[in-house]
């Protein structure tokens, strides 16, 4: 029985050490990121992921990003059409397949991505199209990017369509959330201690990818185009994805502006855009559209700004109540700081009556402090059917389950646009580190149902061997139920090269030379500088894309103006 002692030293060692997850596996290639040394994280990532294994996805979404700041456009629009087809075949993997991957282990299937990230594909590309035409020598070259873009423009919509049919607008969510019925079903909602309001999380549309759409089809004298987007930009950002993603007010407003400003230059609309002007604007931006005229120059600022939060894995106990007929999921209170603890109260804890009685009922065996942190999975009349087939005896006293959460996003500092020395504030346009928070939030409960099946299942096949083992039946078992413990791992992948939050600042100029600063505060003191001279004719868009990382502890001046310089 001495083996069997050391099992269960290691047990408590495993759980301190998690298993190890996607973000520490390519943190090198990250850190290089943030250096600007672009060929070592290139490497890095070659060497964490494989074009044809299950990253295969990641594989070509990072390789993508690291191409696109190193300034090869053309080699990043390779890697992200791949990741586009890869994507697509994904979505029609078999119900078999998925089902085996979702009983083993969820990162030994290949990772699918979620939705938000598979718009920032076509944004990405979009971006690099813009990128080959202020490279471009030739009118001819100028054009076709150009044209590239409006193509990803075009599949960008194609893609926000499709996920507005399957889940809905923002504005067809806000008519549902004021119908009587649905305020009831929330009271009560509230009620039964669900704090989090799962359809106001679904990520239904994205704003900012119509606003990029806008400025695409502008570019390209398409100005009708270009005002179909920009309303779908501003109705979006005003019906709720502002809120969602909290935005503030200020993009709204630009979108609308930008809508009517396009509504005047396409003509035809003049009774229409006057009335839309004083529904939407405030008169300080009225006043502004005059000055908006095709005989000048605009400059439009693109700050990409931080990286993505690193999806991270909570350990759980699994224990069965017989007194309750039920089980309970705990939080290892070992390791587990607060902010796993926040996520699994909001998340999971009982919070309703019955588990209100619940947890007294426990109270005197594990304390009431101890006990709000339980979420109890009634089995009720199908305690004997669960007792008969295994599943009680093979669970226990304890068995680890884990599941996927994020830590809270802390938001970035302001960023300032100066231009020619006049400054004005980066306007907040997009929240991909908020989107992919909200996405796991929705998810949650689909993650802790897997994952009790999921341990579940491995628990009672251990235990149908050890049956078979006679006098070793008890070690075998106990091995077992070790073996699916430590092999038991959560989806910690996500795409990490993603912004953490975009902002956009849109200023219209005299033609000429102008000097283009950036200024932008990180967290606490930390803060980037980015600078660029441009020569601007009338009628030119001048899109300035920076991408603005936090500093590493040690990094040197050098180091950083290198990155801004590959980034614009």
Not at 111 to 119: I, Q, S, T
Not at 132 to 141: I, K, M, P, S, V
Not at 320 to 349: D, G, M
Not at 457 to 486: E, H, P
């Amino acid at each position: 029985m001495r083996t069997l002692r050391h099992l269960t030293f290691i047990l408590p060692a495993v759980i301190m050490a998690g298993c190890a997850t996607y973000g520490a596996g390519v943190t090198g290639a990250i850190q290089d990121v943030q250096k600007g040394d672009f060929a070592a994280s290139e490497a890095k990532f070659k060497q964490a992921l494989k074009p044809d294994g299950n990253d295969r996805l990641l594989y070509n979404l990072e390789l993508g990003v690291v191409k696109h700041l190193e300034g090869d456009f053309n080699a990043s629009n390779g890697l992200l059409d791949q990741a586009e087809r890869i994507a697509e075949d994904l979505e029609t993997i078999s119900v078999t397949s998925a089902l085996a991957t979702m009983m083993s282990n969820p990162r030994q299937g290949p990772y699918g991505g979620a939705d938000f990230e598979k718009v920032f594909i076509n944004y990405y590309k979009a971006l690099n199209y813009f990128g080959l035409a202020q490279l471009a020598t030739t009118r001819t070259d100028y054009e076709n990017a150009l044209e590239g873009a409006r193509i990803e423009s075009r599949r960008l919509i194609i893609r926000l369509n499709d996920i507005k049919t399957r889940k809905g607008s923002y504005s067809e969510q806000k008519s549902k959330d004021q119908e009587t019925f649905t305020k009831l079903l929330k009271i009560f909602e509230k009620l039964q201690g669900n704090l989090v309001d799962m359809d106001r999380l679904q990520y239904r549309d994205d704003a900012m990818a119509h606003y990029l759409t806008g400025i695409s089809f502008e570019m390209n004298h398409e100005y009708d185009d270009a005002r179909i987007s920009y309303q779908n930009a501003a109705q979006a950002y005003e019906d709720g994805y502002a809120k969602q993603f909290r935005l503030g007010d200020d993009i709204t407003q630009q979108a609308w502006f930008d809508t009517i400003r396009m509504m005047r230059w396409a003509g035809g609309y003049d009774t229409e855009w006057r009335a839309l002007a004083k529904k939407k604007l405030s008169k300080t931006r009225q006043a502004e559209l005059d000055e908006w005229t095709k005989d000048k120059a605009q400059v439009v600022v693109l700050e990409h700004k931080g990286l993505a939060p690193q999806r991270q894995e909570m350990n759980l106990d699994l224990s069965v109540n017989p007194s309750l007929r039920a089980l309970e999921i705990r939080p290892y209170f070992l390791n587990n700081r607060s902010p796993e603890l926040a996520w699994f109260y909001v998340l999971y804890a009982d919070k309703n009556i019955f588990d209100a009685v619940t947890n007294y009922l426990d109270a005197a065996e594990v304390g009431y402090w101890f006990s709000s942190f339980t979420k109890t999975v009634p089995i009720g009349p199908l305690w004997n059917t669960a007792d008969d087939i295994g599943l009680i005896g093979a669970i226990g006293n304890s068995m680890r389950i884990t599941v996927p959460y994020y830590e809270p996003v802390k938001p970035l500092g302001e960023s300032v646009l100066r231009i020619d020395g006049k400054a004005e504030p980066m306007i907040k346009s997009a929240n991909p580190a908020l989107m992919a928070v909200q996405e796991q939030m929705v998810n949650a409960g689909t993650d802790i149902q897997l994952a009790l099946a999921r341990s579940s299942l491995k628990a009672i096949l251990a235990q149908s061997a050890a049956n078979l083992g006679g006098s070793y039946g008890s070690l075998l078992a106990s091995v077992g139920k070790l073996t699916a413990q430590l092999t038991d791992a959560a989806e910690t992948r996500n795409w990490l090269l993603l912004p953490a939050d975009i902002r956009v600042r849109r200023e219209i100029v005299e033609p000429g030379e102008h000097q283009l600063n950036l200024d932008s505060q990180m967290l606490g003191s930390q803060r980037q500088s980015a600078q660029q001279s441009v020569s601007l004719k009338a009628g030119d868009i001048h899109l300035w894309r920076v991408r603005t990382l936090p500093p590493l502890a040690g990094q040197t001046e050098s180091d950083v103006k290198k990155l801004i310089k590959v980034s614009e």
